[in-house]
């Protein structure tokens, strides 16, 4: 009885380190997932494309940013979406893109490209992210542009 109560000790422990694990922030190389990243600026474009159908009149220009304290806001939404699973199933609609392009005081340019539509999913950290829609609130908050409703 006493073998079987160890075991049964050693199982929680083991699965509650390996569940624990399951929330932390997907590994990137890149500059500005790093906890020392220092923002100048922000540029949002999009939508890339209009949602179908419609008319292209829907298109926007460049939007910015230089507010370090929101940049940084949304560099970590960026940074904490998680990794895409390796056979997504998603939605086969279509609809905007936006391009967002982060530099550095550094100078250093990171460029994600992220989707609206679908499993939203973003590019351009290393591995593809899905699921864009805190990455919409902290655009939003920082008064860039995103889509609503989505």
């Given at each position: 009885m006493r073998r079987l109560s160890a075991l049964s000790g050693v199982l929680v422990v083991a699965l509650s380190a390996v569940a624990c694990g399951a929330d932390a922030r997907p590994a990137s190389a890149d500059p500005l997932c790093a906890a020392?990243?220092?923002p100048r600026?922000?540029?949002v474009s999009g939508p890339l494309y209009p949602p179908l159908?419609?008319?292209a009149d829907g298109t926007r220009g460049?939007?910015?940013?230089?507010?370090?304290?929101a940049i940084k806001k949304v560099a970590a939404a960026a940074c904490d979406?998680?990794?895409?699973p390796a056979d997504p199933v998603c939605t086969a609609d279509l609809g905007?893109?936006?391009?967002?392009?982060f530099t550095d005081t550094r100078n250093r340019t990171t460029?994600?490209?992220a989707a609206a539509f679908g499993c939203r999913f973003v590019e351009g950290l290393g591995t593809k992210r899905v699921d864009a829609r805190p990455l919409w609130d902290a655009l939003a908050a920082a008064g860039l542009p995103a889509p609503r409703g989505r």
């Open positions: 020392s990243y220092e600026e922000l540029v159908p419609g008319p460049e939007d910015r940013s230089t507010d370090a304290a979406l998680p990794e895409a905007p893109s936006y391009r967002l392009r460029t994600l490209t």
